[in-house]
């Protein structure tokens, strides 16, 4: 079992920023997949950005250009920088964890984007 700590959401205005963090637990930090979704109100969850265990970075369009996802394996943190934030940015901010398969969520950290 996995257990997934996010932090770094508010509330922040059009234009400004954030940084997400997650801790995970484990000893097989270097080993994850690791990846951020997030799910707005009446909305399915939907994928953000991922970082595979080689350093590989992926992100949904939304988030090209804007976002930045990185990871510390020896603080076993994954971060997602967000700047230049809109208010379509609002959601639950989850963090995932894909070990081989096995999937780990966190209890995820709210971010609120006014206008």
């Known amino acids: 079992q996995v257990q997934l700590v996010e932090s770094g959401g508010g509330l922040v205005q059009a234009g400004g920023s954030l940084r997400l963090s997650c801790s995970a637990s484990?000893?097989?930090?270097?080993?994850?997949?690791l990846g951020w979704f997030r799910q707005a109100p009446g909305k399915e969850r939907e994928f953000v950005s991922a970082?595979?265990?080689?350093?590989?970075?992926y992100y949904a369009d939304s988030a090209k250009g804007r976002f930045t996802i990185s990871r510390d394996n020896v603080k076993n943190t994954v971060f997602l920088q967000m700047n230049s934030l809109k208010p379509e940015d609002t959601a639950v901010y989850y963090c995932?964890?894909?070990?081989?398969?096995?999937?780990?969520w966190g209890q995820g950290t709210q971010v609120t984007v006014s206008s």
């Open positions: 484990g000893h097989s930090f270097n080993r994850y997949n």
């Open positions: 995932n964890v894909d070990f081989y398969g096995l999937h780990f």
């Open positions: 970082i595979s265990r080689s350093g590989d970075t």
